[in-house]
Nanobody, 121 residues
Framework: QVQLVESGGGLVQAGGSLRLSCAAS????????MGWYRQAPGEQRELVAA???????NFADSVKGRFTISRDNAKNTVYLQMNSLKPEDTAVYYC???????????????WGQGTQVTVSS
């Protein structure tokens, strides 16, 4: 079994910062891409940022220049540093990881339980 556990969400004023963490644990052979998605009420889940195993990153246009993503492969952990937060960043943020649990087999997508980020104006 694989678990992704997020932490770091909360309430912050516009212009403030938060750092999200997501640690993967369980029967893990290898992790490929890791990333963060978010879903606001009444909206579809959208990609915020992703990072490949080699470190290549990509970001949604709406967060470029404000958010950074990083990972610690030794700890199976991905981070999302969010600066200059705006009210429109308010959403539930979900961690995602592509994980192989055995040497032979396929990568499967796993999700965290989500953490609420609320930005007040």
């Amino acid at each position: 079994q694989v678990q992704l556990v997020e932490s770091g969400g909360g309430l912050v004023q516009a212009g403030g910062s938060l750092r999200l963490s997501c640690a993967a644990s369980g029967s893990i052979f290898n992790i490929n891409a890791m990333g963060w998605y978010r879903q606001a009420p009444g909206e579809q889940r959208e990609l915020v940022a992703a990072i490949a195993s080699g470190g290549k990153t990509n970001f949604a246009d709406s967060v470029k220049g404000r958010f950074t993503i990083s990972r610690d492969n030794a700890k199976n952990t991905v981070y999302l540093q969010m600066n200059s937060l705006k009210p429109e960043d308010t959403a539930v943020y979900y961690c995602n990881a592509s994980i192989k649990t055995y040497p032979i087999g396929y990568y499967h997508n796993y999700w965290g339980q989500g953490t609420q980020v609320t930005v007040s104006s």
